[in-house]
């Protein structure tokens, strides 16, 4: 699997002061720009190491990751520490929240309850370290693009990383959501699910699931994981933009194995989301 889609616009930006972001280190090279945008890990190293090798590939300025790193999954700390490695901008998930201040679930639903403990080992297996660096995810991060407007990232919605915004969403919705807010491209996760609109004057971009990507139903709900990482590429050059979306295979005889040796408890059932 290679390039999902992309998008092409032509034409002036304008800038993108934003009055509630915090801003990040940006680049700037010359009149071009290309930015790896990620999203979603929830603990899958092996998802991760799949789109980095493909990102290496694609000769990138940037990468951002847009939160929800290290939940729900079999390789928290390793994920973690890889990410520290990268020394690149994190932003806050609802995920990332959960796992500095765990609230365990203790309602009736098993697979509710499924996950929250498989999160609640997840934190378990967390470092002073490791939340050191969770510490400093932010609820925003702004990468000025050259010469005009910027990429504004978020988790759920520049307000809140748990908001969602879908392909579906309405404009009215969509003002309240993003009121306040400016930029040429504003790229957020959550939902899983890639995405890519027209608002105003603005592209909403959704990169997808590195780590937990998975089919919707036509009734919306989610039918399987799929074997596959997401992620995109933000391409920015005098005034052109283009956003393409990629999906790498995963190795599923290692992601197998690295499940089942990590202890992670429900691990038979949670490969059994990818593999039966």
């Not at 990429?151 to 520049?158: A, E, I, V």
């Not at 909403?204 to 919306?220: A, C, F, H, T």
């Amino acid at each position: 699997m290679g390039d999902l889609r992309c998008i092409n616009a032509f034409g002036p930006g304008f800038p993108g002061h934003l009055r509630h972001s915090q801003r990040s280190t940006s680049v700037r090279l010359g009149l071009k720009m290309r930015i790896a945008i990620f999203s979603d890990v929830h603990a899958n190293l092996v998802a991760l190491e799949a789109i980095l090798a493909d990102i290496r590939q694609r000769a990138v300025d940037q990468m951002v990751c847009l939160g929800d790193v290290a939940a729900s999954g079999p390789q928290p700390h390793e994920t973690i520490q890889r990410l520290i490695g990268l020394q690149i901008p994190v932003v806050m998930g609802n995920a990332d929240a959960w796992l500095l201040e765990p609230q365990p679930y203790s309602g009736e639903n098993a697979l509710y309850q499924k996950v929250s403990e498989i999160d609640s080992w997840c934190a378990n297996q967390l470092t002073e370290e490791d939340f050191k660096f969770l510490r400093t995810f932010q609820a925003t991060v702004e990468i000025p693009l050259p010469m005009e407007g910027s990429l504004l990232c978020y988790h759920g919605s520049p307000y809140s990383n748990t908001d969602v915004i879908t392909a579906g969403t309405p404009d009215d919705d969509l003002e309240s959501l993003l009121s306040g807010f400016q930029a040429l491209v504003m790229s957020g996760g959550h939902t899983h699910v890639q995405m890519l609109r027209r608002y105003r004057e603005s592209i909403l971009v959704n990169p997808g699931s590195v780590g937990l990507g998975y089919e919707l139903e036509k009734s919306g709900e989610k039918s399987h994981n799929v074997p596959w990482a997401e992620y995109a590429i933000l391409d920015w050059a005098a005034g052109s933009l283009s956003v393409t979306f990629r999906r790498v295979p995963l190795d599923l005889t290692m992601f197998r194995q690295a499940a089942l040796q990590s202890g992670m408890p429900h691990t038979t059932w949670w490969v059994g989301e990818w593999c039966a």
